[in-house]
């Protein structure tokens, strides 16, 4: 079994602006009533995420930073077990984010991999 210090090393962060733009417009999107998944195959062969929330959300930084850690632990929690590597994945805060429970956080995540099909594990 994985520590969860493994889990997030083996999950690359997006940080270029120009890597997310790239998912934003070429990749699929998915939103749930938690957060907005999008998702893109890259050439790299592991997986890289990126967190956004932007000020449409919430004006204050606090907030929306508070956001982003709640989407960086759902991150860590599913997608070593459920996403595809060679992809990049960009979690996007909605309004619901800051206020949902963790476990429908979880839920809306899963969700969002097996509509998209992006999913290595396909539940019922």
Not at 55 to 68: E, F, H, L, Q, T
Request: net charge positive; aromatic share 8%; charged share 30%.
């Amino acid at each position: 079994m994985h520590t969860r210090k493994e889990e997030l090393t083996a999950i690359k962060m997006l940080t270029a602006r120009s890597d997310f733009l790239t998912v934003q417009g070429k990749g699929k999107k998915w939103v749930s009533h938690g957060l907005t998944l999008q998702i893109r195959q890259n050439d790299l062969g592991y997986i890289r995420t990126g967190y956004t929330v932007t000020k449409k959300i919430d004006k204050s930084a606090v907030k929306r930073n508070r956001i982003k850690r709640r989407l960086r632990s759902v991150a860590a929690d599913v997608l070593p077990h459920y996403a595809l590597d060679k992809h990049d994945y960009i979690l996007v805060g909605r309004k619901l984010t800051a206020m949902r429970s963790y476990d429908d956080l979880v839920n809306d995540l899963k969700w969002c991999l097996r509509k998209s099909g992006f999913a290595r594990i396909q539940e019922k």
